[in-house]
């Protein structure tokens, strides 16, 4: 039998076991112990010896409290990317605030500074300056670090930065997930490194970590009994999913290498069809993990092939492969929140699909994806 083949599937390193292994061992089923201060050391180190992470239930629990940390209040606006998945907002509306959506840039698919600048100008001229900035590393591809950093700095308004999908990634050496003043990672079943579900906050000083930390374990005062004055929540990561961590940090770059090996075998067969463009960094100073390897398919020029075709073609062989991101400013949910931009997004959505990119995919694997693309586009 044949078994599908899928877009992003958790890849074991063989470790994982052992870390979760020495949790039952000490009888540390719960969310803290030994584990997950060791995962937090672990990424730590592999980021940056000056940042601070703090392992939470979900990348989701992370932009929530990144949000909280940087003050984000009822009644605010927090400006967003809108080509991006719906949980980099959600943690907005989680707040009683609004985002502003902002277009892409087609170089990176990331915030547009352009557009990012004339929504932050029109929020302040009808009163209301933004709160926070959340721009994402899409696919892995880091977004213009640079020049997003600049507008915020110009008008004093805070990054927090979704690098759900981009550990391993870098912005000239600097690694994802240290470039924005707050940082977001995710180890979803799907991402580059799994916990089962699990995320951190990636803070720059210990002082913000520690009030993360505060949160997400209930808000408890310093008292021997349960008293609270300001509202917590329950997003620690638990000991035994940070064992799986701990294994996975393990085989982070092997997972990276992998990952940019089917980005490289895909770049490879669309060499040579016309009309087909894998996303790539357009200079050397950018790194990407590819966490998904993308694609932009212009019908005019395959002569009516299109990425619809392409991913029903591969779901007849058991392949999955799936459109890009719907642009959150055309989600039925968001539809009556401010947008800056053009179409950018929206053309990317319409035209783009995503990969099998997994680093467990094998020479078996990229056979059958080669013959069902060969095959589609003869
Ligand atoms: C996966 C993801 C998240 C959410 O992370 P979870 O761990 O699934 O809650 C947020 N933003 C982006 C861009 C993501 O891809």
Known sequence: MVTKIWLSSPHMGGNEQNFVQQAFDGNWIAPLGPNVT???????????????AAALSSGTAALHLGLILLGVQKGDEVICQSFTFAASANPIIYLGAAPVFVDSEP???NICPNALEDAVKSR???????????????YGMPYKVNEINSIAQKYNIPVLEDSAEALGSKYYDKPCGTLGDIS?????????????GGGALITRDAETKNKAVFLATQARDDAPYYQHSTIGYNYRMSNVCAGIGRGQMLVLDDHVAGRRNMNAFYASFFNTINGVEVHKEKNDSIFSNHWLTTILIDAEVTGGKTAEGLRLAFNEEDIESRPLWKPLHLQPVFKDYPYYGSDIAQQLFDIGLCLPSGSNLGEYERQR?????SKFFN
């Open 38 to 52: 060791g995962f937090e050391k672990d990424i730590e180190s592999y980021l940056d010896a000056n940042v601070y």
């Open 107 to 109: 170089e990176t698919w």
């Open 124 to 138: 302040i001229a009808k009163g209301k300056k933004p709160k926070a900035i959340i721009a994402v590393h899409l």
């Open 184 to 196: 977001v990672l995710s180890f979803n079943g799907n991402k580059i490194i799994t916990t089962s």
């Open 369 to 373: 994806i080669y013959k069902a693309m």
